[in-house]
């Protein structure tokens, strides 16, 4: 099967929780990466229940007619912090907590959350063999699949743009490879 992932549009900036709305700019993202996705012969729509990632999925089941599935498997490590602040902006603003992020030196648990992850795309790999299926999340669940189906240690260790597509083939005998990373010829 093939599993795309798609990062979120950009939301808003926010001092009062982790699970702000789209832009009006990240509207316009979830918009285009619709229209890029539809014709791809998807099967079936997943996403994250936050609500970045729910609005940048509603453009896509609204053209393809598909039900959207939220799975809790798939929300960003940062679910219960109480802000949002965009990585672009923390590098710029906090450089050094930008940097503990990439190093690795963070006080997230990358491992029980990269178990989370694996765990939740792996059951939805699962329950459609032989299917295209698309997953609206974030940036956090990108990198830690993404170092497990490299075999990498989890990490955050890539910056996914806003709306990027990342595609991996999932055989059922456990084997799953990366076909691309970042597409966003969508964006231009």
């Not at 679910?79 to 906090?94: A, F, I």
């Not at 992850?117 to 940036?139: S, Y």
């Amino acid at each position: 099967m093939e599993l795309i992932l798609v990062r979120h549009g950009l939301p808003v900036r926010t001092d009062t929780t982790a699970d702000p709305p789209l832009t009006p700019e990240g509207h316009d993202q979830a918009a285009r990466v619709a229209r890029w996705l539809a014709p791809d012969g998807i099967d079936a729509t997943y996403s994250s229940t936050m609500l970045r990632a729910v609005q940048t999925a509603e453009p896509f089941v609204a053209l393809t007619g598909h039900q959207l599935i939220q799975h809790d498997g798939v929300v960003e490590f940062d679910r219960g912090s109480g802000v949002y602040v965009p990585m672009e902006v923390l590098k710029r603003e906090d450089y050094a907590a930008w940097k503990a992020m990439a190093d690795g030196s963070h006080d997230i648990d990358i491992e029980a959350f990269q178990t989370m992850v694996v765990t939740a795309l792996e059951e939805i790999i699962v329950a459609n063999p032989g299917r295209k299926v698309a997953v609206f999340c974030h940036g956090g669940v990108v990198n830690v699949w993404t170092a497990h189906v490299l075999g990498m240690a989890p990490r955050l260790f890539f910056e996914p743009g806003y709306t990027s597509v990342h595609r991996y083939m999932c055989a059922s005998t456990g084997q799953r490879n990366v076909v691309s990373l970042n597409e966003r010829a969508h964006l231009r």
